[in-house]
């Protein structure tokens, strides 16, 4: 997660009167911990489900629970919006969403709303058929089309015993969607396709020809471009990844299947970036029953499998014949020769843009978090990205590809 943006920003956390409240003190800690400075406002009713010294002692700022409750309070609230990046209501209640839909000032967190001009982002948490009903359902579309940022809330069994929508998402979610509320939206209005992590060609039902790619480049860069507004599809080999958030997500095994699914998507893309480590290779004749290891005759002879392997089809070559609009990027991972081979294999597949890095260098390349890339533009651009996050890199990578599309 792309948290680093949230360094030295200024965030307000309001916290209403529900019991998913304590789930609040874990999205404080999260966005503390990536090095935000938060202030904490609460209701009443909040301070009747946690107490306010949890929010002081993790925040290491004062809790605002009144208009009036010290000294300077009665203009607290106005200092504190103005100075702030981004406010977060979490759990949002159904009075409280009424009230800001409808521009209500009746507390300290309803009056200080009225002053920011910064992105909110709300987060309704109750009952659910209080988060089905019709009035509530017409306030959050008021308050959405007033643009705040509003985070459907997950299902599941509730406090209250019911089932169904209206559990506050977790913290982990909350702080994602918060990174994409401050996210310019460069690439809004833009498909994006993205292809990630390896294939694997099956040998036997048990055993498969693949390669070191973990996926965590090419889910790091549709992450990204989802917060920075696009409609993104991400076409994903076999990884041990979480999917990232409001994202299609398109599961494949085999470069045949990602080849159909690339295909199917390439038309209606804006932008194409094709990170997948895709087999060059497939075993022609893959077995349908398990193949046996033979039984070791006496003597030094080993035994002996030999494969019969037939090339796949190239995807980014396929892609780049059949691009009409789309701006097309790919990755090449090389062991020498970087700059030749990626130039070559630019020019070769029509591509727009090329990402290339040398494996089994330190801070770069397969299971690493850090990547070090040359980009290498069809105008002759050449950009070095440093070692760095892939999180960064993706970013860094993006701002080329949105730069071009303006």
């Known amino acids: 997660m792309q948290t680093m943006m949230l360094k030295n920003k200024n965030i307000i956390l309001g916290v209403c009167g529900g019991i998913a409240a304590y789930k609040a003190v874990e999205l404080l800690r999260l966005m503390t911990k990536a090095g935000a400075n938060v202030r904490v406002v609460m209701t009443q009713s909040a301070l009747e489900f946690v107490g306010e010294t949890t929010f002081r002692v993790l925040s290491e700022n004062e809790v605002c629970t009144g208009l009036f409750n010290t000294n300077e309070a009665s203009v607290r609230h106005i200092e504190w919006a103005s100075e702030a990046d981004a406010v977060v209501i979490a759990p949002a209640t159904a009075n409280f969403v009424a009230n800001m839909a409808h521009g209500m000032a009746n507390d300290a967190l309803t009056t200080m709303l009225l002053a920011v001009t910064c992105p909110v982002v ?105 917060k920075r507004g696009g409609a993104v599809t991400l076409v994903t080999g076999p990884v041990n990844l979480e999917p990232p958030f409001a994202i299609e997500i398109v599961k494949v095994e085999s470069a045949l299947e990602m080849a159909d699914a690339v295909l199917a998507h390439l038309d209606e893309s804006d932008v194409v970036i094709k990170v997948a480590a895709v087999a060059d290779y497939r075993p022609q004749d893959p077995k349908t029953s398990k193949i046996k290891k033979k039984d070791q005759a006496p003597g030094p002879k080993q035994n002996s499998l030999t494969l019969e392997l037939v090339e796949n089809p190239d995807i980014l070559r396929l892609a780049g014949e059949k691009k009409r609009h789309q701006f097309l990027a790919g990755f090449a991972a090389e062991t020498d020769d970087l700059e030749a081979n990626a130039l070559l294999k630019m020019e070769k597949k029509n591509l727009d843009m090329i990402a290339a890095n040398l494996v089994g260098v330190e801070g770069s390349g397969f299971g690493s978090d850090y990547n070090k890339v040359k980009l290498f533009f069809r105008d002759g651009t050449v950009r070095d990205i440093p070692s760095m996050e892939k999180e960064r890199v993706a970013d860094a990578l993006l701002d080329e590809i949105a730069t071009r599309l303006t």
């Open 122 to 226: 709300v987060c309704p948490s109750m009952n659910t058929h209080m988060y089905e009903n019709l009035a509530l359902q017409r306030n959050i579309d008021i308050i959405e089309g007033d643009g705040a940022f509003v985070v459907e809330p997950g299902s599941g069994e509730l406090a209250c015993k019911t089932t169904g929508a209206g559990r506050l998402p977790e913290p982990e979610l909350i702080l994602d969607r918060l990174v994409a509320a401050l996210t310019r939206k460069d690439l809004k209005g833009k498909k994006v396709l993205v292809t990630a992590g390896p294939t694997r060609e099956a040998i036997d039902p048990v055993r498969y020809v693949s390669n070191h790619s973990s996926g965590k480049m090419g889910y790091a860069i549709a992450a990204a471009a989802e």
